[in-house]
T-cell receptor, first 116, second 115 residues
């Protein structure tokens, strides 16, 4: 079963508008972290925002916020006031407390295109 | 620049040849990860080092793949007898913090094309 599901292969948004990128996850571990990364065409994965499973409040980092709904197992990324430079692939990822490597497990990504 | 660096950035090789990629993590990071990313997909975990010890390997890491981190600093990923299915971006990441909160810092990747 997929641990991270991103159902939107591609999204378009007008410059200066807000956009929500969907992410649902599957885990039986009560302790986990959720991450969003941005991958521009250059290839580097850029960390955006983190949400812990025990965090009471939704995470925010500048124009990025995470709409965390634990019961629904969703962790949607909201980008406010989109800019042309936000055009990139966006990946949701999860890290579970169990397991020695504690590696990130990624979804398949959403390609965001910001239109002028 | 003190980020994660990978070399080479691009490698084109013929099927059957061996290739080696190098990763230099951020200097104070003791945890190092290798991921593979194919077109249109998210990165998939390959292997993990804590200092020089390779603590976990994915089933994706066939016996043609070997990774080392001899002195707990840089790491190499070697693919022997390359196949066309090995064509992918190989990403290296490093981390300092233990536990679930520490984000991984990624390099720009090494893109492999096997002809």
């Amino acid at each position: 079963a997929q641990k991270i599901t991103q159902t939107q292969p591609g999204m378009f948004v007008q410059e200066k508008e807000a956009v929500t990128l969907d992410c649902t996850y599957d885990t039986s571990d009560p302790s986990y972290g959720l991450f969003w990364y941005k991958q521009p065409s250059s290839g580097e994965m850029i960390f955006l925002i983190y949400q812990g499973s025990y965090d009471q409040q939704n995470a925010t980092e500048g124009r990025y916020s995470l709409n965390f709904q634990k019961a629904r197992k969703s962790a949607n990324l909201v980008i406010s006031a989109s800019q042309l430079g936000d055009s990139a692939m966006y990946f949701c990822a999860m890290r579970e407390a169990s397991g020695s490597a504690r590696q990130l497990t990624f979804g398949s990504g959403t390609q965001l295109t910001v239109l002028p | 620049d003190t980020g994660v660096s990978q070399d080479p950035r691009h490698k084109i090789t013929k099927r059957g040849q061996n290739v080696t990629f190098r990763c230099d993590p951020i200097s104070e990071h003791n945890r190092l990860y290798w991921y593979r990313q194919t077109l249109g997909q998210g990165p998939e975990f390959l292997t993990y080092f804590q200092n020089e010890a390779q603590l976990e390997k994915s089933r994706l890491l066939s016996d043609r793949f070997s990774a080392e981190r001899p002195k707990g600093s840089f790491s190499t990923l070697e693919i022997q007898r390359t196949e066309q299915g090995d064509s992918a971006m190989y990403l290296c990441a490093s981390s300092r913090r233990q536990g679930i909160t520490g984000e991984l810092f990624f390099g720009e990747g090494s893109r492999l094309t096997v002809l």
